[in-house]
T-cell receptor, first 115, second 114 residues
């Protein structure tokens, strides 16, 4: 079974600064997908960024980027130029490469951006 | 383009009762998955429906059951409610087996069992 661990229950960052959220996972699979989801107070899970394990290049989406270390089974999220709207719960999630497999989530990190 | 819609948004039930939660997937999506998110936890997979059949199931008791209709909408039913069933129930939709692109989630139904 796969497990996802987020070791930082809470973090805070000053507006316009950079913050990195950590995620480690355990799997015996060689091919899989990793995701970061954002859950604001509205409760909807919003996809932030996606990484395919067979791609060595780290994914980037505007101010969001990841540091994917496959051998170390580490998948951290970097948020640059933090904005007040980034305040939310952030969940790291794993999914096998084969079809119709569920997401396995970590427990989340609560990020607060301070003005 | 409507996203995933869930109803109701909030619900209070008494122990032992039964509850039905509803989900309409994003337009063009045909697969619906349900997740339970307890307070302070990440979502846990309950089950997934595709072509009106349950395709996969997580580690949840038979008190949790579901259904998918021909229009791809779905229901989650929970019988004999326990206090521990209090949680946010999230519905996520996707297109067939191309879920590697990620799911689209609704805003959830907050169920409180008293």
């Amino acid at each position: 079974a796969q497990t996802v661990t987020q070791s930082q229950p809470e973090m805070s960052v000053q507006e316009a600064e950079t913050v990195t959220l950590s995620c480690t996972y355990d799997t015996s699979e060689n091919n899989y997908y990793l995701f970061w989801y954002k859950q604001p107070p509205s409760r909807q899970m919003i996809l932030v960024i996606r990484q395919e394990a067979y791609k060595q290049q780290n994914a980037t989406e505007n101010r969001f980027s990841v540091n994917f270390q496959k051998a170390a089974k580490s998948f951290s999220l970097k948020i640059s130029d933090s904005q007040l709207g980034d305040t939310a719960m952030y969940f790291c999630a794993f999914m096998k490469h084969e079809g119709n497999t569920p997401l396995v989530f970590g427990k989340g990190t609560r990020l607060s951006v301070i003005a | 383009d409507a996203g995933v819609t869930q109803s109701p948004t909030h619900l209070i039930k008494t122990r032992g009762q039964q509850v039905t939660l509803r989900c309409s997937p994003k337009s063009g999506h045909d697969t619906v998955s349900w997740y339970q998110q307890a307070l302070g936890q990440g979502p846990q997979f309950i089950f997934q429906y595709y072509e009106e059949e349950e395709r996969q199931r997580g580690n949840f008791p038979d008190r949790f059951s579901g259904h998918q209709f021909p229009n791809y909408s779905s229901e989650l039913n929970v019988n004999a409610l326990l206090l521990g069933d209090s949680a946010l129930y999230l519905c996520a939709s996707s297109l067939g087996r191309r879920i590697n692109y990620g799911y689209t989630f609704g805003s959830g139904t907050r169920l409180t069992v008293v």
